[in-house]
């Protein structure tokens, strides 16, 4: 895993390589281990590298070169089936320098060009300078995991792993994307291609790009996609299939030149990982894993019982409110978007614990509850569904008792407001967000907290449109649990879990996390399970289940589903003193600052803050509107300044 | 306490209360008494959790479970007849 970044200058213009190293600068956090520069000043290009050893230590210096220096490559990432690429590329003749799978990406360009990508498995963003066409060539991996934004100042197209890379070109400005922060209080994300920084793209999961002639093309290599029939085979049959495929995804993501961990959260898919990596390897697993102090948020016991079973190597850190309050400036820094919750604060220290251990590689189990069934918002969609078939019904609305168990305050609901919460109006059947109609629109809520001026400017705006522009044509044509799977698959999975909670948190601390729930086999065969089986009733996750269930402990088999969550408001509030924890919670939300950054009520805020320090801010909204300001206010504090937040 | 409040003052309160606690401040004068606080997500699903404590100490009132229904519980003027109701023991 690396950072890199780049440029080319249309008019010919020879790249600055002080700027080039200024911008490598920025995302050496990625690769600590080696820099590296190739430019080429008769047309315009440079690109740099900043490498995180892992395959090839010797000899995978980047930027890399092939046809006598006329084709080079930057490369962030890892190919885990290089070694049977490379195999077929030598069985046609095709000679290797080095042992890297950097090389065979380049090789299998020059053999495939720019449909070599679709024979990759891995996770990847890279750019390739095609000196002898001048054509750059810039590919993403399919779902996600690694990082490309890009620009256009001047005459230079800017591209880079991070946007920090990118703000330290002379010719790129930041200023705030209005539509993006609505889409975050929305969304929890910008939605594919915006960034928190007007003008500065995110190249979007599963595409790929070309800058030739001074022109920019860009194009979908893969998609989820749901088939309408299914596989129509035994139970039995499709779990083996499942764990066959899970078991050689998690093999080959054990290539590496250097040891490799996994992260262990208690829940079932991590755990299903751990267990076949220890099944593979043979060897004794090294784990890792958060625990907190406050137990609502606890899973240590379950991770226990993991730990005892596959009898690893464990180290934990426990978390508590105020380590979480202490490095979420930090954490906002580094994923450059607000987010709504702490949730990434507890994996930037495990990162940082991973690191101290002397590992730089860790598998974990992100992907399964998006393809697999898991979440309980595919849940609450069919609950809804089965409901509105009936609406007259007095038992089917019961069925909302088995939603979000682990949310106390909606747990403490009666009946009659649950019901009221998740009521079905008729209009909602009728539109494809349905499975996520409830979450966005409590989410869109947080807009009351918004300056009247930026309001204003958003007056035109229905962030509905953008999601709507990402439906393909066949998505009507799905069945209603394979709708509800792409938009959480297309949207929050890339544009918050393995971005602000997951590549940045471990490259934070040049940590590179493997997801073998996320190789496009498993993915690709998981879309042509029966909805049925994906989720049998309200029994998520349950093929997964059938297929591992001599693998992993029965309580974790069994227990009932709990995501992955963090402390949000007591994190910053000490609500027993009245009072905010650390002094730049205070200074960044006070008065002042929210006026001077122009985003959002002043007036509003300072309620809402108010509440939080009386301890009376218990409420869903009320947390994510907190963490919401303050990391908006930390990236206005940290890239936007004063002056440039738009508004 | 305020459990003898004139019948516009208690409507007055109770606005006072949403606004504060959930509109923040923000009360551009729209929320008329018979809007439905869910339809109008002015309170989420657990808001309601707020409301019903403010309720209990502000009126010296006692909610029970089966009266946590939005029939008494969703608008200004649904909140404001509840607590006559109460306060005169019909609740």
């Known amino acids: 895993m690396c950072g890199l970044a ?65 084709v080079w490559i930057v490369f962030n990432g890892e190919i885990f089936n290089y070694v049977e690429l490379r195999a077929e590329l030598q069985r046609k003749g095709v000679r290797f320098d080095t042992e890297s799978d950097t090389e065979v990406v380049l090789r299998m360009y020059l053999d495939r060009g720019e449909d070599c990508v679709l024979d990759l498995n891995g996770q990847w963003a890279f750019a390739i300078w095609d000196g002898r066409r001048n054509r750059l060539f810039l590919s993403r991996d399919r779902v996600g995991k690694r990082p490309l934004f890009y620009t256009q100042a001047g005459v230079a197209f800017i591209f880079a792993s991070e946007i920090k890379a990118l703000l330290r070109h002379p010719a790129v400005k930041a200023s705030v994307d209005l539509e993006a922060l609505a889409d975050t209080f929305t969304f929890w994300c910008p939605l594919p291609s915006k960034t928190m920084f007007e003008g500065i793209l995110e190249l979007p999961p599963g595409h790929s790009m070309v800058v030739e002639g001074g022109q920019l093309r860009r194009w979908q290599h893969w998609r989820p996609d749901f088939p309408t029939g299914y596989l129509d085979r035994s139970e039995d049959d499709l779990a083996s299939e499942l764990l066959e ?24 898919d991590s755990s299903v990982i751990a267990a076949l990596v220890a099944q593979i390897s043979g060897s004794r697993l090294r784990t890792f894993s958060v625990t907190f102090e406050d137990r609502e948020f606890d899973e240590s016991g379950f991770q226990a019982d993991v730990i005892r079973l596959l009898g690893t190597s464990h180290e934990q850190i426990r978390c508590t409110h105020e380590d979480i309050g202490r490095v ?30 002397g590992y730089k590689v860790v598998l974990t189990g992100e992907g399964s509850d998006e393809f697999l069934g898991g979440y309980d918002i595919f849940k609450e969609d069919k609950i809804r569904r089965f409901w509105a078939r009936n609406p007259e019904s007095s038992w089917r609305p019961a069925l909302l008792r088995r939603l979000y168990p682990y949310m106390q305050n909606l747990q403490a609901q009666s009946d009659a407001y649950r019901k009221s919460f998740f009521h079905v109006n008729e209009d909602d059947l009728e539109s494809p967000f349905f499975s996520h109609l409830p979450r966005w629109e409590l989410t869109s809520r947080l807009r009351q907290f918004l300056s009247q001026d930026v309001k204003s400017s958003l007056s035109g705006y229905d962030p509905y449109r953008g999601v709507r522009e990402l439906l393909p044509a066949e998505f009507e044509d799905w069945d209603p649990f394979s709708r509800a799977q792409f938009l959480e698959a297309t949207v929050l999975l890339p544009g918050y879990i393995l971005s602000s909670q997951g590549d940045r ?140 937040t738009g508004v | 306490m305020n459990s003898t409040a004139s019948p516009q003052s208690l409507e007055q309160e109770v606005r006072r209360f949403v606004v504060e606690n959930f509109l923040f401040g923000e009360d551009d004068g729209s929320l008329q008494l018979e809007d439905s606080f869910l339809d109008s997500g002015v309170i989420d699903s657990t808001g309601v959790l707020e409301l019903v404590t403010f309720l209990e100490q502000q009126y010296e009132i006692k909610i029970d479970d089966t009266e946590l229904v939005p029939d008494n519980l969703d608008s200004i003027s649904r909140v404001s007849s509840f607590i006559r109701r109460k306060q005169n023991g019909h609740g």
């Open chain 1, 6 to 70: 780049g440029l080319l200058n249309n008019d010919g213009t020879p790249a600055d390589r002080d700027v080039l190293a200024r911008m490598i600068h920025g995302v050496r956090h990625r690769g600590p281990d080696e820099t590296g520069f190739h430019l080429d000043p008769a047309s315009g290009l440079g690109l740099a590298h900043a490498r995180l050893s892992i395959i090839d230590v010797a000899s995978g210096q980047q930027p890399m070169s092939v046809e006598d220096g006329k």
């Open chain 1, 245 to 268: 495929l899970l078991t050689d995804a998690t093999r080959i993501r054990l290539r590496s030149d250097v040891p490799v961990g996994a992260y262990l959260s208690g829940g079932l």
């Open chain 1, 328 to 357: 979420f400036p930090e954490v906002v820094a580094h994923a450059e978007k607000p987010v709504l919750r702490t949730a990434p604060a507890p994996m930037y220290l495990l990162s940082g614990l991973v690191r101290d251990q």
């Open chain 1, 505 to 644: 948190m471990a490259m934070a601390h040049s940590v590179e996390g493997r997801f073998p729930f996320l190789d496009h086999r498993v993915i690709h065969f998981a879309a042509q399970i029966p909805p049925k089986l994906r989720m049998k009733v309200l029994n998520e996750k349950y093929l997964l289940k059938r297929a591992v269930r001599s693998l992993v402990p029965p309580t974790v088999l069994s227990r009932p589903k709990q995501p992955y969550r963090a402390p949000d408001i007591v994190s910053f509030f000490d609500t027993k003193r009245g009072r905010a924890r650390f002094s730049y919670v205070e200074e960044l939300l006070s008065t002042d600052r929210i006026r001077a950054a122009g985003l959002f009520n002043p007036v509003a805020v300072q309620r809402l803050v108010e509440k939080a320090k009386k301890g009376l801010a218990i409420g869903v909204k009320d947390n994510m509107a907190l963490v919401g300001i303050l990391s908006t206010q930390i990236m206005a504090d940290r890239f936007f300044g004063r002056q440039s």
